[in-house]
């Protein structure tokens, strides 16, 4: 059984940082693409970044490109965002998800991905 659990969300100032976490459990990990999607109130869910099972290759929104950084650790199962320059519009619930296609090609799809997490609320105030 697959589980993802986010964490390290919450509240900043417009212009900090945050780093959020996703911790998986389960035998997949290594071997499978992450991502991570969020979603405001009233919005739907968008893509923010995804990296390969290996690391070696990652995409990101155009609207996060250059302030956030997606990283992850096999050998601890888990995967980061970094977030830098935050801004107020950068307010959502903050999801990773797991592709577990073993494949070096990343997806902003959230219909490519196969478990998800149960989010995290990240809050910027201006």
């Known amino acids: 059984q697959v589980q993802l659990v986010e964490s390290g969300g919450g509240s900043g100032q417009a212009g900090g940082s945050l780093r959020l976490s996703c911790a998986a459990s389960g035998l997949t990990f290594s071997r499978s693409a992450m991502g991570w999607f969020r979603q405001a109130p009233g919005k739907e869910r968008e893509f923010v970044a995804a990296i390969s099972w290996s690391g070696g290759n990652t995409y990101y929104a155009d609207i996060v490109k250059g302030r956030f950084t997606i990283s992850r650790d096999n050998a601890k199962n888990t995967v980061y965002l970094q977030m830098n320059s935050l801004k107020p519009e950068d307010t959502a619930v903050y999801y990773c998800?797991?592709?577990?296609?073993?494949?070096?090609?990343?997806?902003?799809?959230?219909?490519?991905?196969?478990?998800w997490g149960q989010g995290t609320q990240v809050t910027v105030s201006s």
């Open positions: 998800a797991e592709d577990t296609r073993w494949s070096p090609v990343v997806h902003a799809g959230p219909g490519e991905y196969d478990h």
